[in-house]
């Protein structure tokens, strides 16, 4: 039996064959759809890396704490953490922490742990001093604290780190401590 060709449609008709590729519109149209989404992902991507950098600073900062009250109590010793002083970022302020940190034997100052941050972030210590770990692991004064943010002051994150009482940290997004 015969078809007419209107009923049916050709099949060759809507194929498209492996050579034929893509028309220029239909490649202009994927990559400006592509931009648009890239532009909206960036600023999130980026904020993102930023809180990552932050809360990496922060973290190594407690670990190193803990770990100072712990070699405190076991040497029988005061310990100092003070700050690293040698990166390109850091400012003249005796508060700035920015390099990173050392632990340190008061009496003979000798050197026991570094922590050198990697990516320049702002890191200010409340005191220009630095902060003692007596012999029984406790850490300086209520009071003291960390302040760890960006230095793309546009994405405004910044974490605290607080020294409560009984040498206890605790942490929180800004930069008070605020209850």
């Known amino acids: ?3 007419l060709g209107f009923f049916m449609p050709h ?4 194929q498209r064959s492996s050579t034929q590729g893509f028309t220029l519109l239909e490649l202009l149209v994927c990559l400006s759809v592509l931009a648009v989404m890239a532009s909206l992902a960036i600023p999130s991507w980026q904020r993102l890396q930023e809180r990552s950098r932050v809360e990496a600073a922060r973290d190594q900062l407690v670990n190193d704490l803990q770990n100072a009250r712990v070699r405190a109590m076991q ?3 005061t310990l100092q953490l003070t700050p690293l002083l040698d990166c390109p970022w850091r400012t003249s302020s005796n508060k700035d922490w920015s390099c990173g940190w050392q632990l340190i034997v008061k009496v003979d100052l000798t050197v026991l742990q ?3 941050l990697q990516t320049p972030l702002r890191v200010t210590f409340a005191k220009s001093d630095p902060l003692e770990i007596n012999q029984r692991g406790d850490l300086g004064t209520v009071g003291e604290r960390w302040v760890i943010q960006s230095r793309q002051t546009a994405l405004n994150i910044a974490n605290v780190l607080c020294l409560s009482s ?3 940290l605790r942490w929180q997004s800004g930069e008070t401590c605020s209850s």
Do not use: D, I, L
Request: hydrophobic share 20%; proline share 6%; aromatic share 6%.
């Open 166 to 168: 009984a040498s206890r």
């Open 114 to 116: 570094t922590s050198q």
């Open 75 to 77: 040497q029988g010793e």
């Open 11 to 14: 099949p060759r008709r809507f």
């Open 1 to 3: 039996m015969q078809t």
